[in-house]
Every structure is written in C-alpha cells, then in structure tokens.
C-alpha cells in the first residue's frame, strides 16, 4: 500500500513538474511573442512601404527609360501610377502579378510588372517594364536578390541590365556566354550564366503570361505604339 | 562565484584576450560571409552587438530560474526574439544595408558566439557583468569584422566606404571580394594575430 502510495505520488509528481519546469519557457515564449507580434504591427507597414516606395520611385525609368525619366523629374512632371492586380491561370494554380500602369496626361506610357522566381541562391525579384503594346522591354530593375556577391549580383548593375532595353517582347530573349549581337540576345555575366538565365527567363514567362490579359484588358483602349517617346 | 572575472575583466578580455573570432574562433559564418564591405561588416556587427547585449541581460535576469536541462531552449528562444527585431528594424530603416545582407540577419540566430556568452558569463553573473562581458565581446566581434573587411575591400575595389585610397592604376583584386578573398584575409591576419601574441607572451602562451 505504502509502495503503491509512493509509486503514484512520483508518477503524478514528475508529470506535473515537468510542466512546472517548462513554465520559464512557456512565460518566455507568449512574452516574445506578443513583443514581436508589437514589432510587427509597428514595423511591418514600414517595410512594405519601402518596398512600394522603391517601385514606384523606379516606375518612370523603367517605363521612359533614365533620361526621359530624369527630364521629366526636372520639370516637376510626374506619371499617374495605377497599381493593379492581375490573375493568370495557370495549369494547377493561378498566379498573381502586381503590375503598375503608367500613364501620362491620360495616355498610355507602359507598364511595370513585379515577378518573381528562383534564381542561383536565393527567390530574385523583378521590376519590368515594358511599352503599352508589349512589343518592347523598356526597363528593368532588380528589387531583391541574393546572388552570389561579385559574380551573380552583377545583374543589378546597370551595365547589365541596360541590355534589356528596347530588347524585343514579342519573342523569347536568349543567353548567349559572350558576343551577343542581334537584338533578343542577352549576354551572359561572366561566371553566373545560371543568374543571367533565370532573370532571362522570367521576363521571358511574364511577358507570355501577361500579353493577353494586358493587351486585351479594358485599359488597353488607346492601343498603338505610337506613344513609345 | 569568486573566482569568475569581474565586468572589467569580461569587457578587457572580449576585446582582445578572450576576442570572439581571432581567440575564439566563434560566429565564422558572418565574419566570412559579410566583410566584402565595410559597411555590411559594421551594420553586422551592430546587429550581433544588439542581440548579445539583450541575450546577455535578459539571460542574466532570469539565471536564477533556469532548470540546466532547459537552459539552451531558453538562451534559443531569447536569441531568437532579439534577431528578429533586429532583421525588421534593419529592413524597416536601413532598407538598402538589410537587402545587402540578406540572410545573413536570421543567420545570427545560430551565432555561436551569442549562445557561448549565454552559457558562460551571463547564465552565471549578474545582469551589470553580464551587459559588459556583451558590449566587449561586440567590439572584440566588430573589430575582427572590421578588420577583414577593410583589407577585403582596400585591395578588392581599391576604395573603402566610397573613398578611392589606392592609386588609380590599381588593379582591383575582384577574388578578395569574392569568398576566397574572405579566406584568405581571415586566415593571414588570424596568423598575424597569433604570431603576435606567441612574441609577446613567450613561454604563457598555450
């Protein structure tokens, strides 16, 4: 009786203070989680705002190129940027691509798609422009990548990325390791031919996803290349 | 509790006798991976230093109450708070350096060299020795940084924080920016601070 009494009282006893010796955690844990859900309530509009701020700071060179931009800027001018959202069904599931439409005294100047995809290291995020028409790239920025640092982060540089401009939309661009020379190629940067193809081929996806529902879309009324400058 | 060293003796031994990377060896992942730049290697350094400091205080705080077989779960789970303040502060106010060090920001998490002062001082010592074993163990952990970051960069582009300091003629050498430029700096001047100190401690040192 007295060794069941003892067996009971040690079995009930770990038990409880098992919990009893986990409380530090479980205090520790809700405390830091409501500082960080307060964290994040605070910071995360901050962040997000970054993020928007720096589209749409990039929207007029993408759509108008850096001088235009930069002209239009000194005059005090500025772009009306309407953000939408457009859906694209895919086989299995439906992707979503923020595109940003820049207008110009009512016109029609070009769009900037935000996309994304996997890159070498890490997810690389795209700012894309592109003429009303979608048969020119106008622009391109890199918004986030992690590439490795002195081979493929160099697709941020302008060097790099200025080949994208005027490249045409209308067919797939391809990489080519050195000399490129016709216009549709894009040459690789030295020692992240996987970067350069990956940037290269979701612009080449985007640009397929987006053409009907942009260029068929209801804002596509004053349709016509002829506002390219 | 004598026999363990005073916050003088913690913040003096951080800095150099006792330094996280060159003595220690501890937290080698950023001090490779981040010191391209200098800038990237002070804002690292700053973020390290902020977690440690609170780890450190709040570990001290609560050293009374922690069961030994929980105590790492605790240290984990601190460590991890203060990380991620740091990454969304980083991100919400220094938007540019947070996506130049990517994941290098969660990364501190598993930081060695946070988790080691937990466990060695600040579990142990109260909340003050505690705070300054921190911020020397963070200037000893910036001043490696720094230190590999600057060479990295003088001899990579020819420039430190903007500022061109080698002669225009200078061919950049691109491999010190590149990861076996981390490398090879770290393990030249890990050297130099090794011979240093076999010189001058003669025979004390081990």
Redesign the interface.
């Known amino acids: 009786m007295n060794v069941d009494d003892e067996k009971n009282k040690s079995a009930g006893g770990l038990k409880s203070s098992n919990l009893v010796?986990?409380w530090?955690?479980l205090v520790?844990?809700v405390g830091?989680g409501v500082?960080?859900a307060g964290?994040?309530l605070m910071?995360?509009p901050?962040?997000e705002g970054?993020k928007l701020n720096?589209t749409l700071e990039k929207v007029p060179e993408l759509v108008l190129g850096n001088l235009l931009a930069a002209k239009m800027a000194g005059e005090n001018q500025t772009l009306e940027i309407v953000p939408r959202q457009v859906t694209v069904e895919k086989p299995g599931r439906n992707k979503f691509y923020s595109v940003y439409e820049a207008r110009y005294q009512g016109d029609l100047k070009g769009w900037v798609v935000k996309t994304k995809g996997q890159g070498y290291a890490?997810t690389i995020e795209l700012l894309l422009g592109l003429s009303p028409d979608l048969h020119t790239i106008t622009g391109l920025f890199v918004l986030?990548q992690?590439e490795?640092?002195?081979?493929g982060n160099k697709i941020i540089t302008d060097a790099w990325r200025s080949q994208f401009v005027d490249a045409p939309a209308d067919r797939s661009l391809v990489v080519i390791k050195t000399g490129a020379s016709r216009p549709g190629e894009i040459d690789a940067v030295t020692g992240a031919t996987i970067s350069s193809k990956s940037v290269t081929a979701m612009i080449n996806t985007t640009v397929g996803d987006l053409r009907k529902p942009l260029t068929t879309g209801p804002s596509s009324a004053g349709k016509g290349g002829k506002n390219n400058g | 509790m004598a026999d363990l060293p005073t916050a003088t003796e913690r913040f003096i031994n951080g800095i150099l006798p006792e330094n996280p990377v060159y003595r220690q060896l501890l937290g080698l992942c950023p001090t490779l991976a981040v010191t391209n730049s200098l800038k990237a290697a002070i804002t690292m350094a700053g973020a390290v230093g902020f977690v440690l400091l609170c780890a450190n205080v709040i570990t001290s705080l609560i050293r009374n109450l922690l069961k030994p077989h929980l105590r790492i779960v605790v240290f984990t789970l601190t460590i991890a708070t203060f990380v991620t303040i740091a990454d969304r502060f980083l991100a919400a106010y220094l938007y540019q350096m947070s996506k130049t060090l990517g994941p290098y920001i969660p990364l501190i998490i598993v930081n060695c060299i946070i988790i080691c002062r937990c466990e060695v001082c600040a579990s142990k010592q109260s909340p003050l020795v505690a705070a300054t074993d921190a911020v020397g163990q963070s200037l000893g952990f910036g001043i490696a940084l720094s230190s590999i970051a600057a060479i990295r960069e003088i001899l990579g582009t020819g420039a430190l924080l903007g500022l061109r300091i080698m002669p225009a003629s200078w061919p950049d050498w691109v491999i010190m920016v590149l990861p076996p430029g981390a490398f090879l700096t770290f393990g030249l001047l890990l050297g130099t601070v090794n011979w240093i100190t076999a010189r001058r401690g003669g025979k004390k040192t081990a």
């Open positions: 010796q986990a530090l955690v520790l844990a830091f500082s960080l964290v994040q910071l995360g901050v962040i970054n720096e890490d986030d992690k490795t640092p002195g081979l």
